[in-house]
């Protein structure tokens, strides 16, 4: 784990993932930040525009505003808002941490897991800078965009919450289906459920989703990265396959996998996000396979925990 490397006061890399977040600041007096994985293309690329600007080469409002889009990500401070046509602005909706411990302030508590700021950070695709530093130096493993275990759960948690014959499973039993004499089911009757979602991380880097259902002993396999078993998967499978089966006193070959289709991601980070819509269609009985805006989805999903535990919290200490 390298981390973070400060290589002046408006540059910061991050050499664990190769890129770099640099401050920028307009012409208007605005401060931007944007991430690239090249410094040097950056810096030169931005000394092009400067001067195409600077000699009037940008005179139309959509080659300026192609200009601004192609060189700066988000203002810094940019918080989620209603636009005059009801649209919603989904740049860094979380806000700003005032401080690194305020990130370690509990927003809510979803059994067995203590939702923390910095946790709810996960969701924000677009954070500012300064909160990047500081979330790296809260969990050096944080990814911006890579949704935590309890982030995930605590949705599913809350969008079935008025269904009961759904049943969430903590994904940290996912980790553990694999152990010796394990007996992860012992204190549930799974048939007495109509749909049991599994969200799990088999492979320590990538979210995946078993929609499983009981009575009719049907295991659904979503990967947001392909729509295609995978034989990395296979024993994840095979583990759950024998607890559902030891659970419901049947066989495991009496239990069929299938791979519905389903929408996949374009980027490396969202694979939580589409394990949570994935949930959310299922439980509505509607196709997986449709598209949707995840950024909008982001916000969705922070709106929704918010509202359940922590909106007026995190507003005082963002």
């Known amino acids: 784990m390298k981390g973070l490397r400060i290589l002046d006061e408006d540059v910061i890399e991050d050499e664990d993932f190769g890129s770099f977040t640099v401050k920028s600041q307009s012409s208007e007096g605005v401060i931007y930040t944007v991430q690239t994985q090249s410094l040097s293309f950056w810096r030169t690329t931005k000394r092009k525009a400067e001067f195409k600007k600077a000699h009037k080469l940008f005179n139309t409002e959509a080659e300026r505003n192609l200009l601004r889009s192609s060189l700066l990500d988000r203002p810094k401070n940019h918080l989620s808002r209603q636009l005059d046509d009801g649209t919603r602005q989904t740049g860094n909706f979380s806000g700003v941490a005032s401080t690194l411990e305020s990130l370690d302030q509990t927003v809510f508590v979803e059994s067995p897991f203590t939702v923390k700021l910095y946790h709810m950070k996960s969701i924000d695709s ?11 130096l809260k969990d050096p493993g944080f990814k911006i965009g890579w949704l935590y275990d309890c982030i995930i759960y605590s949705y599913l948690v809350r969008i ?16 553990v289906i694999g152990c010796p004499n394990s007996d992860i089911l012992k204190n549930e009757n799974i ?8 969200p799990g991380n088999p492979t320590g880097v990538h979210w995946v989703l078993l929609a499983v259902h009981p009575k009719d002993m049907v295991i659904e396999f979503y990967n947001p990265a392909s729509n295609r078993l995978e034989n990395c998967y296979h024993q994840f ?3 759950w396959a024998k607890a559902l089966a030891k659970n419901t006193k049947s066989k495991v070959s009496q239990w069929k996998v299938c791979v519905p289709k389903h929408n996949c991601q374009i980027d490396s980070t969202s694979c939580g996000v589409f394990i949570c819509w994935y949930s959310e269609q299922i439980l509505s009985s509607v196709s997986t396979n449709a598209s949707f805006d995840t950024q909008l989805f982001r916000v969705q999903m922070y709106d929704t925990l918010m509202k359940f535990g922590g909106r007026t919290f995190a507003k005082e200490n963002c």
């Open 191 to 198: 048939l007495d459920y109509e749909k049991v979602l599994i």
């Open 126 to 136: 677009n954070l500012s800078s300064d909160d990047f530093v500081k979330l790296k």
């Open 237 to 239: 499978i095979a583990h």
């Open 160 to 175: 079935s919450k008025a269904m009961h014959e759904v049943k969430i499973i903590d994904p940290c039993i996912s980790q």
